[in-house]
């Protein structure tokens, strides 16, 4: 339990950056305030029956915490005792706590998330939300990223503070399942021609070769390799004639991402703005599987706040009741995105936005912004999380991310 402020005093010392980066991002990882890792690595390090090897303090800064009363008088004791200046005990200390408190690894799904974005209505930004969760998903656990959780979600619509927070680390497939390829342009990638082998062809039975050729690494200079693409390709419009003909064509899609499912541990489905048979088979592939927790698969539904994203909604939650009850499977929502919201549009903005708010089954998840980096990282073929790390769309979508975890 972390000390009131009335238990502690303030010190101040120097630290150099290259141990002041990882003590931040290691308490964040382990969930542990910074206060109390610096004031167990300095017990630790007054308990040391001898000294340890120098730490290179080149170009240490002004670093300042709260400690327990008395630590740090008696830590100074200590080190002058031992022949070694303060802030070359505070960054031996420092180290001794990182050295004994190792990065948790990254837990890994045993049945993988599949996360369906889908609307019927084009238009309201259904890649661009796929396309932000999966970014959010593959960032580095070994980094700090801004985070604004839950914006105008609140009754009193107050901004929530910024928190810093280490990426996901997950490794994540994102699928162009849309005919009209936005997320395979958005992420500066070749669409499929017609003809060649993809996703569409394996899930008719006509596939060429391993669906695994197919994937894309997206930004692997950003990403570490954790973030892919499977493709759009142009003969996708067709696919609801070949599932007119395929055996058990609701698990078409299931079938065909098979093979892919032990590399990853989240698959997201960008979905065409339809409500054809190519999206039963989403609705089934992000069905609650056996042994699953629910809520880490499931249907999240993009609106805006206005009045035909409604109409388009009725339908689509229709369409998922219907496979719910005919197919007699699970599907869990992951909740409803009102996506480009800006309040300053006026009543009809702000009324839709309330209405959607006040429907709980299922409920509002996040408000992202309409902002102008999104259109420029598109503009520019960059994700928009590597283009502008720290814009308000990529804070919300981090916060997104974690709540649907």
Known sequence: MTSSPSDREKVV????????????????????????AVAEGLSAW??????LQTVDTAGADTFSTWLPQ????GFRADATARGVSGIQGLAQSVQLWL??????????PTIVRRKIICNQKGGVG?????????????????????????KQMSENNLEAEIQELVGLGWRVLVVDFDPQCHLTKQFGQEIIPRNADSLAKHMIGEGKGDIRDLVMPVAEGVFGGR???????????????????????EAALERALAPLEEDFDC????????????????IYYGRRREGERPGASGIGIVVLAEDSSADAYELLVEQIEDARRDLRIDIDYLGLIVNQYDGRRGYIATSSLEEWKAIKDPRVVAVIPDRAQQREAVRMKEPLLSYEPACEQAMNIRALAREIA
């Open 227 to 249: 973030l892919s693409l499977l493709p759009g390709c142009r003969d996708a419009f067709l696919i609801d004639l070949g599932l007119a003909r395929a055996r058990a064509r």
């Open 99 to 108: 050295d004994s408190n190792p990065a948790p690894s990254v837990e890994r």
């Open 13 to 36: 010392s120097k630290l150099p950056a290259a141990l002041w980066q990882p003590l931040k991002v290691r308490t964040a990882q382990l969930g542990i305030a910074l206060q109390d």
């Open 46 to 51: 007054r308990n040391l029956g001898a000294n």
């Open 267 to 282: 698959i997201i489905i960008d979905c065409p703005p339809t409500l054809g048979l190519s999206m039963d088979t989403a």
């Open 70 to 73: 008395g630590l740090w008088d």
């Open 126 to 150: 259904k890649t661009t939300i796929a396309a932000g969760l999966a970014e959010a998903y593959a960032e580095d656990s070994e980094k700090l990223y801004p985070v604004r959780h839950m």
